[in-house]
């Protein structure tokens, strides 16, 4: 098998699978139907055929690492140490110190394989080390690398038009600057020059960036500094309907809803209504009379792809437009197809945004970004000078280009919403058979797995517990992401090219370590 090529994992009865050959073909005419973009049915996938002490089975990889050949382990944590900034951690008691990527798998020093669910956290969208990447970076710096957009050059030009073709209604206009974090920033900076106003409304658990205003978004502790940050940003109540004040059974816009009862009527959500006042509140007492934005993430990313109930951010759209605001998107997570069922998170919701920025994915690694609008919000922004030096250079352009020929010619949006939906499934099952397995929730492939020390409290997991499955689970060779308020969810965002055999191999080691977590922890 291709590495990162579409496949099937099927089975009968638990511990019976289907010869090679069979899943091959069947492979190939999911390859095909990905292709005809046809919709696609789920096939029913039974993940779990190894016991407790056996050791789930990795899947097959077409190429072998070449040799490592830099410093040694020991003077790159000496380099890492005395040279680096100390604000760069690492995770795992032993740093990995990797060496190659290929599509959905790292390689480390000495030549292990691990499965990468982090994607260098949301940014790889399309593979590691994609050929078609990295010909389309090849070509361009042999060509011409970078000179000032204030000259005309192709690839700024072309690049424009086809990611502008992308977004709907009036959102035709682009700046390109090479982070999110500046991309949040200049949108913040557009909607204040736009309304003349100053106030701007974030969630909490929202992740904007770590400049000075980015950070002042930001709503998560641990990414404060402690000091006096950008002014007039208020944050109000995440509507996280598993851990909030407020939940449900049926609230969310995924495949899995939350264990938490409620007794909503069918197209009626309490919680949901509970938390715009809960924002309307904000209003009336953070704020001034009128506002300058909201700025959201679709599906929040750092707190551990939280969602909101159904019809939240319509309500919320629709309160700060009353107070001369506009609504940012912060799509640097979300965007791309990775939620699957549409290419922009915000549609998911049923919202059209004002401003929306977007990164991460956007480059596969490459540093870029993005900020578009309409002309209208663009127009009095042009009576200063914006100026970003590498912004849409010919190199960041003709990387962004490629990926979105990549999404479209390999079907991965469609893949992220049928693999993805697979995943979330069978994490599912999980969590009906494990009592620290809290919630888990997502759409497409931006899925988080909420660990608790039980059901009925939501108490998050403590951090030597969750480190123990997390290292279990590198050492079985899956790397999965961590987040939440208290370091409690699983980050799952893994490139869009994985598999549903890699969704299976992941799903057993995961189940392996929860198993052997039970006889360390026992309740």
Known sequence: MICGSPSIVISGSQGMNFPATMKRSISRAYANLLKSHQPLPLIGVSFRHFSKDEHPVMPPCDIKPEKYESY????????RKQRLSPSLY??????LLLHQGHK???????????????????????????????????????????????????PIHEYAEK??????????????????????????????????NCDVIS????????????????????????????????????????????????????????????????????????YVDQFK???????GQRVAAFIAEPIQGGAGAVQYPKGFLQEAYKLVRERGGLCIADEVQTGFGRTGSHYWGFQTHDVMPDIVTMAKGIGN????????????????????????????????????????????EEGLQ????????????????????????????????????????????????????????????????????????????????????ITSEDVAFAVDVFHRALSRHTERFPR
């Open 414 to 497: 469609k893949n992220c919403e049928v693999v993805g939906t697979q995943m979330l499934l069978e994490f599912a099952k999980l969590r009906d058979e494990f009592e620290i397995v809290g919630d888990v929730r997502g759409k497409g492939l931006m899925i988080g797995i909420e660990m608790v020390k039980d059901k009925e409290s939501r108490k998050p997991l403590p951090a030597e517990e969750m480190n123990f499955i997390w290292e279990d689970c590198k050492d079985m060779g899956v790397i999965f992401g961590k987040g939440g308020l208290y370091g409690q969810t699983f980050r799952i965002k893994p490139p869009m090219c």
């Open 281 to 287: 509140e904000t209003l009336s007492t953070s704020t």
């Open 163 to 196: 990611l502008t073709n992308l977004l709907p209604g009036k959102l035709k206009v682009a700046y390109f600057t090479n982070s999110g974090t500046e991309a949040n920033e200049l949108a913040v900076q557009m909607a204040r020059v736009y309304t003349g």
């Open 365 to 408: 690694g490459f540093p870029m970004a993005a900020v578009v609008t309409t002309q209208e919000i663009a127009k009095p922004f042009a009576d200063f000078l914006h100026f970003n030096t590498f912004g849409g250079n010919p190199v960041a352009c003709a990387v962004g280009s490629a990926v979105l020929d990549v999404i479209e």
């Open 90 to 95: 690492t995770i795992y008691k032993k740093p």
């Open 203 to 274: 969630l909490r658990g929202g992740y904007h960036g770590s400049s000075h205003l980015a950070v002042s978004l930001t709503a998560l502790g641990f990414y404060r500094p402690g000091i006096a940050i950008g002014s007039n940003c208020y944050t109000t109540m995440c509507p996280d309907v598993f851990r909030g004040i407020w939940g449900g059974s049926h609230c969310r816009d995924s495949p899995v809803q939350t264990t938490r009862k409620c007794s909503c009527s069918p197209g009626y959500c309490e919680a949901k209504d509970q």
């Open 104 to 154: 959905q798998w790292l390689f480390d020093s000495e030549g292990r394989r691990y499965l990468d669910l982090i994607a260098g956290i949301v940014t790889i969208s399309v593979g590691h080390c994609h050929p078609k990447i990295t010909e389309a970076a090849h070509k361009q710096f042999g060509q011409l690398c970078h000179t000032s957009n204030i000259f005309l050059s192709p």
């Open 72 to 79: 040694p382990y020991e003077h790159i944590l000496a380099i």
